[in-house]
């Protein structure tokens, strides 16, 4: 019986209403054989975490374009770790300025993918860190 494929959730935080980016990463994903459960547009923090939590996902893609990613991807942070839940890899994409990078991985988020990024670099770091197929 061969790995069972990665779960992932893509999600898109806050008020930020635009959605190809998370889209196009949601494909690339699931054509690299990720099994991908995408939330759609404007969830909380908290409904990002309890649908992770429901759907029993190995990985969190957080996207955000809004400018919101430093209030936004530690809150999603601080309620998995209020849950105990450790094994979850968050990750983050979007218009993500250089200087804030460090931030979001010093609030616990594994990497963050900016324009630009090829899809496989993506798919990569997932694998790597997510196991799986």
């Known amino acids: 019986m061969g ?5 992932v959730l893509i999600a898109k935080p806050g008020l930020d209403g635009h959605d190809r980016g998370a889209k196009v990463i949601a494909q690339a994903l699931r054509n690299a054989g990720m099994e991908v459960v995408y939330t759609g547009l404007r969830q909380t923090p908290e409904q990002i975490v309890e649908t992770a939590i429901q ?3 190995q990985v969190i893609g957080l996207s955000c374009l809004s400018g919101a990613h430093n209030h936004l991807f530690p809150r ?3 309620l998995l770790k209020n ?3 450790e094994d ?3 990750v983050g994409g979007g218009v993500i300025p250089d200087e804030d ?3 979001l991985k010093d ?4 990497e963050i993918f900016t ?5 496989t670099a993506t798919i990569d770091f997932i694998r790597s860190r997510a196991g799986g197929v």
């Open 55 to 57: 759907e029993d996902v």
């Open 107 to 110: 609030a616990g988020v594994a």
């Open 3 to 7: 790995q069972k494929p990665i779960r």
């Open 88 to 90: 979850i890899l968050v």
């Open 101 to 103: 990078i460090p931030f």
């Open 115 to 119: 324009p630009g990024t090829p899809t």
């Open 83 to 85: 849950q105990n839940i």
């Open 76 to 78: 999603v942070m601080e």
